[in-house]
């Protein structure tokens, strides 16, 4: 199909409450996490696309969370940033996708914040946090062994994370929408469009200055920008 124009394939409906928030797809395998407002619903789940007009999940798991906000897969396993503050990274074997349990779980040290996003690279899983006001938000854990995740280094950079990711994501996103004015501007109304917050919206619009900085999140998107 043309890019510019997506069309709808296919969905699925993961049940009554729950919410999607993070997906991965590997060999048409969707890894998808999710949030609900009770904690004795599922979390995580594994959905077969091959038929992408006509996906079905193959099967979910309820980790006694609120939920997950977000995935990264890499090799058997699955990450998956917690909401749980008191075990932020979980990690899945997924080694048979109809059949995944829980491989490990980890406390980020002196953080009790939701874990927001998750990137793997190279046997290290980089994790941000929400604004910890004192401490660090931003971690790297060596996953080599996923079995046995173990912190090797954090920084404390005063904002959150998740909005600096979506921020930098997004900050362009107005070069691929047709219309009139700047890139900048396009992108803000497509944003506003669909009802994105008000914080990642602001990264993208103060991203060149045209309006004033209003956050630290702003001002580290401007400077990823710059560099």
């Known amino acids: 199909g043309n890019w510019q124009y997506p069309q709808s394939?296919?969905?699925?409906n993961l049940g009554t409450g729950?919410?999607?928030t993070d997906l991965d797809v590997k060999n048409k395998i969707v890894y998808m996490t999710a949030e609900h407002a009770q904690t004795d619903k599922p979390d995580f789940f594994v959905i077969d696309a091959t038929n992408g007009s006509?996906?079905?999940?193959?099967?979910?798991?309820?980790?006694g969370s609120a939920g997950l906000n977000a995935v990264d897969t890499a090799g058997n396993y699955a990450y998956a940033a917690n909401k749980n503050g008191l075990a932020q990274l979980k990690v899945f074997d997924v080694t048979n996708p109809s059949s995944i349990s829980v491989a490990s779980t980890l406390a980020l040290t002196?953080?009790?914040r939701a874990a927001m996003s998750i990137f793997y690279f190279l046997a290290k899983i980089y994790i941000g946090t929400r604004n910890n006001g004192i401490g660090a938000e931003f971690y790297i854990v060596d996953v080599a062994n996923p079995l046995n995740p173990t912190i090797i280094g954090s920084k404390e950079i005063g904002a959150d994370v998740n909005i600096v990711r979506l921020g930098c994501l997004f900050h362009d996103?107005?070069?691929?929408?047709?219309?009139?004015g700047s890139h900048v501007k396009l992108g803000v109304d497509l944003l506003k469009k669909y009802n994105f917050p008000e914080p990642i919206i602001?990264?993208?619009?103060?991203?060149?200055?045209d309006k004033p900085f209003s956050s630290v999140e702003s001002i580290i998107v401007h400077l990823a920008d710059a560099i």
């Open 9 to 12: 394939l296919g969905s699925i």
């Open 18 to 20: 729950l919410s999607g």
């Open 54 to 63: 006509s996906p079905n999940i193959l099967t979910s798991l309820d980790i």
């Open 110 to 112: 002196s953080n009790t």
């Open 173 to 180: 996103i107005g070069k691929v929408v047709e219309g009139e």
């Open 202 to 209: 602001n990264a993208v619009w103060e991203h060149h200055e």
